[in-house]
Every structure is written in C-alpha cells, then in structure tokens.
C-alpha cells in the first residue's frame, strides 16, 4: 500500500478498476450500453405488413372505444395503453362507419432507422397526424378519435344561395335619437 500525502493510504487498482472509475471509462460504458440498444431496436423493428395489421386493429379499436362521451385526453391515452394488449370486435362498428374510414382516411407507414412510424392522412390533416410508433417489437398507437374523418357533407346546403341578400327586413320600432350636442373642450371656466 501506498501513503498519501494528507496520510492515508490508497489501494493499488488493477487497470480495469482504473479505467471503469475514471470518467472515460463511464463513457464508454454508456457508448456501449446504448450501441447495444440500438441493436436490439434494429433487430426487433416491426415489419411493414405488422406494423399495418397493428395500426388498422388500433384505429377499429379507436373507433369502437368511442360510443360514448369522453371525459379528456387521458381517457384516449389510456385507452391506447389498453389497444397495445387487445383486438378490435369489428362486429361491434357499423358497416357504414366502415366504408366511410375506408374511403376519406388513408394510412402511411414510414420506415426510419430504428423504429416504424404511422400516419393518418385526410382532408383535415392532408399532411398526415401520426397515430403510432411501431420499435421493440411493439407498436405503440397515439391515435384519437379526432384525427380520423368519418363524416363528409356539404359546408353549405344552398350554395346558388348568395351571402349578400337583397331585401334587408326593416325592424317595426327602432327608437328614437337622443338630441346630442357637440361638446367642445374649452377649459375651466372659474380660472
């Protein structure tokens, strides 16, 4: 053992002691830890076609959650949580429903490095709202109930209609004017 100068004394470290208590040492640990997650991610990233399987069950399953009213955003994001563990009973949603899911929204499925992204494109959202993540094998759904577009119909019933009418409905009784006179500021008469 060695003696210190302020008189204690030090252990003799072996060099994988020294390299694993030194700051390059902990860094190279967490290189290492994090290059192996990637890996990992890499090799368990979801499919195209099990990424689009996952993402149609979890937006029937959006769907079908939605009969009633909802409370907040927490009752979508726990009803997600629930859609990664269960399937959709697409007994349960009218076939008309269906149609119309089918025919106004479209699905996308992106590939990025280490995790599979999936969006929702509509007339509402014509750049697309993502509704989930697909990495570790799992895919995550982020859709709500809002992002899908299920009703379609005219803005406007009348449309040979003009904004501006012609004939303006004149009221019966719209009072009379009060008798103003102009007011002028001329000062303080009493200085």
């Known amino acids: 053992?060695?003696?210190t100068s302020n008189g204690g004394f030090k252990k003799n470290e072996s060099p994988?002691?020294?390299f694993y208590h030194s700051c390059l040492g902990k860094l190279a640990i967490l290189g290492g830890i994090l290059i192996l997650l990637f890996i990992v991610?890499?090799?368990t990233k979801p499919t195209q076609e099990e990424m689009?399987?996952?993402m149609v069950d979890n937006i029937l399953q959006c769907i079908q959650a939605n009969d009633s009213i909802q409370g907040?955003?927490?009752d979508d994001q726990v009803n997600n949580l629930n859609n990664v563990f269960s399937r959709a009973d697409t007994a349960k949603i009218h076939k008309d429903l269906l149609k119309s899911l089918k025919k106004n929204n479209r699905l996308e499925i992106y590939n990025h490095s280490f995790f599979?992204?999936?969006y929702i494109l509509n007339n509402i959202y014509p750049q697309g709202v993502r509704v989930g993540i697909g990495m570790f094998g799992i895919v995550y759904p982020t859709v709500l109930y809002k992002d899908l577009l299920l009703n379609v119909g005219p803005m406007q019933k009348n449309y040979k209609d003009g904004i501006?009418?012609?004939t303006v409905v004149k009221p019966a009784d719209l009072g009379?004017?009060?008798a103003v006179k102009p007011f002028h500021y001329q000062g303080d008469p009493d200085q």
């Open 52 to 54: 689009e399987m996952e």
């Open 116 to 118: 599979r992204t999936a």
């Open 164 to 166: 501006i009418r012609s």
């Open 72 to 74: 907040d955003d927490i």
């Open 1 to 3: 053992m060695d003696q």
């Open 41 to 43: 991610a890499l090799m």
């Open 16 to 18: 994988l002691q020294a």
């Open 176 to 178: 009379t004017n009060p």
